[in-house]
């Protein structure tokens, strides 16, 4: 789990250009999802999409399941939803497939989502990865969000990748070495670095914080 104060004196000691936007961003504030099958839905219905789009989907889809802002749903929930009201909340009919297959696989076992807090983050990606649509980016968003893992580092992460061009005031955009070596000094607090990374990109766009 996190240390949220030594990750963020590790990160202003190990990164002064990090530290300063660590001083504007303010307190690091990391949501969670502990409902961990909603949390991989919530993911599965995020990708690649611009956020706003993403927010919008996210929140018909829980209004599905419940009245005002609506609740995530359990597996055996979503496998009894409609298609017709799934596609109604905007989800795509491929993502359609994935949520489905994921709800399956939880609710007859095949993944065992209350044992994955007891693996190391390449085991849960491994494990997470043998579901239709989840990808690596899928499973670092988990690790992240749902179990708060101390050093998740997601290089293929867009808004990261922005940030880290704007930030460092980079002329190029950074490949996927270049994210990898600049995250090193940051370990082994990354998933820290990488939250107050999307924080820093937000408000260069006028988004509301995560």
Same mark, same amino acid.
């Given at each position: 789990?996190?240390?949220?104060? $030594?990750?963020?004196?590790?990160?202003?000691?190990?990164?002064?250009? &990090?530290?300063?936007?660590?001083?504007?961003?303010?307190?690091?504030? +990391?949501?969670?999802?502990?409902?961990?099958? #909603?949390?991989?839905?919530?993911?599965?219905?995020?990708?690649?999409?611009?956020?706003?789009?993403?927010?919008?989907?996210?929140?018909?889809?829980?209004? +599905?399941?419940?009245?005002?802002?609506? !609740?995530?749903?359990?597996?055996?929930?979503? &496998?009894?939803?409609?298609?017709?009201?799934?596609r109604s909340a905007g989800v795509s009919p491929q993502k359609m497939r994935y949520l489905r297959d994921l709800a399956a696989k939880a609710a007859n076992g095949?993944?065992?989502?209350?044992?994955? #807090?007891?693996?190391?983050?390449?085991?849960?990606?491994?494990?997470?990865?043998?579901?239709? #649509?989840?990808?690596?980016?899928? $499973?670092?968003?988990?690790?992240?969000?749902?179990?708060?893992?101390?050093?998740?580092?997601?290089?293929?992460?867009?808004?990261?990748? &922005?940030?880290?061009?704007?930030?460092?005031? +980079?002329?190029?955009?950074?490949?996927?070495?270049?994210?990898?070596?600049?995250?090193?000094?940051?370990?082994?607090?990354?998933?820290?670095?990488?939250?107050? +990374?999307?924080?820093? !990109?937000?408000?260069?766009?006028?988004?509301?914080?995560?």
């Amino acid at each position: 789990m996190l240390n949220t104060p $030594a990750a963020v004196r590790h990160l202003k000691r190990a990164d002064p250009v &990090l530290g300063r936007a660590i001083e504007k961003v303010g307190p690091f504030l +990391l949501p969670r999802i502990p409902d961990r099958f #909603g949390a991989l839905a919530r993911a599965i219905l995020h990708q690649q999409l611009a956020l706003k789009a993403a927010q919008s989907i996210t929140r018909r889809f829980c209004q +599905l399941y419940g009245p005002g802002e609506g !609740r995530l749903p359990t597996p055996r929930e979503l &496998l009894r939803t409609p298609r017709r009201q799934l596609r109604s909340a905007g989800v795509s009919p491929q993502k359609m497939r994935y949520l489905r297959d994921l709800a399956a696989k939880a609710a007859n076992g095949k993944l065992r989502l209350d044992g994955l #807090g007891r693996m190391s983050d390449e085991e849960i990606i491994v494990a997470l990865t043998e579901v239709k #649509g989840i990808g690596r980016w899928t $499973a670092e968003m988990f690790l992240i969000f749902s179990l708060a893992r101390p050093d998740v580092w997601a290089v293929d992460d867009l808004g990261l990748q &922005l940030a880290v061009k704007n930030l460092y005031r +980079l002329r190029r955009h950074p490949s996927e070495a270049k994210m990898r070596a600049l995250a090193e000094p940051w370990r082994p607090y990354r998933t820290a670095a990488a939250w107050y +990374l999307w924080q820093w !990109r937000r408000r260069m766009i006028g988004a509301a914080p995560i």
